[in-house]
């Protein structure tokens, strides 16, 4: 079992910045590919950013070249870096983390808002 806690959400205007973490607990040994998604209101979940245990990253369309993703394998803790934010940038932001046993857990989300 793996535990996620989300923080660093808020409310900013836009063209400002904020960054997320998520930490880890329990079985972080197992812990592979680490993940940011966010849902606005009425929308799917989406997928904003992803870093393998190696390091190597992707992200959406969106959000390239605004966002960073990043990860500390001793802390256990998946970073989001948001520069630049825009109004549709709003959504509640999820850690999502997959393990080496193919198992997949999810944060409880953090509120991220960003005014015109």
């Known amino acids: 079992q793996v535990q996620l806690v989300e923080s660093g959400g808020g409310l900013v205007q836009a063209g400002g910045s904020l960054r997320l973490s998520c930490a880890a607990s329990?079985?972080?040994?197992?812990?592979?590919?680490m993940n940011w998604y966010r849902q606005a209101p009425g929308k799917e979940r989406e997928l904003v950013a992803t870093?393998?245990?190696?390091?190597?990253?992707n992200y959406a369309d969106s959000v390239k070249g605004r966002f960073t993703i990043s990860r500390d394998n001793v802390k256990s803790t998946v970073y989001l870096q948001m520069n630049s934010l825009k109004p549709e940038d709003t959504a509640v932001y999820y850690c999502?983390?997959?393990?080496?046993?193919?198992?997949?857990?999810w944060g409880q989300g953090t509120q991220v808002t960003v005014s015109s």
């Open positions: 329990g079985s972080i040994f197992s812990i592979d590919v």
């Open positions: 870093i393998t245990r190696g390091g190597s990253t």
């Open positions: 999502y983390v997959t393990t080496i046993f193919y198992r997949g857990y």
